[in-house]
């Protein structure tokens, strides 16, 4: 089994930058995928990158490329998503994922969750 907790969510201003984390805890070894997805008031989850977990290759969101950078700690088992130049639509709950098939964008592929943090930009 295996525990996700994500932190570093907050209010910020458009252009603002934040940094997200997910630490994990419990059974690694089987990991080829760590996703970030969110969802914004009203609106369905939807992927925003990935990496993955050996290779250190990402992958993001048309919708993020340029402004957000996922990046990892092999040995302590964390990942973060680096959001800069962000924007009010980058506005929902951030949720970090581990998949053991995949390092691609379909949600249902992910197995074990974080129970999310909360980005707000607003002015």
């Known amino acids: 089994q295996v525990d996700l907790v994500e932190s570093g969510g907050g209010l910020v201003q458009p252009g603002d930058s934040l940094k997200l984390s997910c630490l994990t805890t419990g059974r690694t070894m089987s990991r080829l995928g760590m996703a970030w997805f969110r969802q914004g008031p009203g609106k369905e989850r939807e992927y925003v990158g990935s990496?993955?977990?050996?290779?250190?290759?990402?992958y993001y969101a048309d919708s993020v490329k340029r402004r957000f950078t996922i990046s990892r700690e092999y040995a302590e088992k964390t990942f973060y998503l680096q959001m800069n130049s962000l924007k009010p639509e980058d506005t929902g709950v951030y949720y970090c994922?581990?998949?053991?098939?995949?390092?691609?964008?379909?949600?249902?592929?992910?197995?074990?969750w974080g129970p999310g943090t909360q980005v707000t930009v607003s002015s």
């Open positions: 994922a581990e998949s053991r098939i995949t390092f691609g964008s379909d949600s249902g592929e992910y197995d074990a």
């Open positions: 990496i993955h977990w050996l290779t250190g290759a990402t």
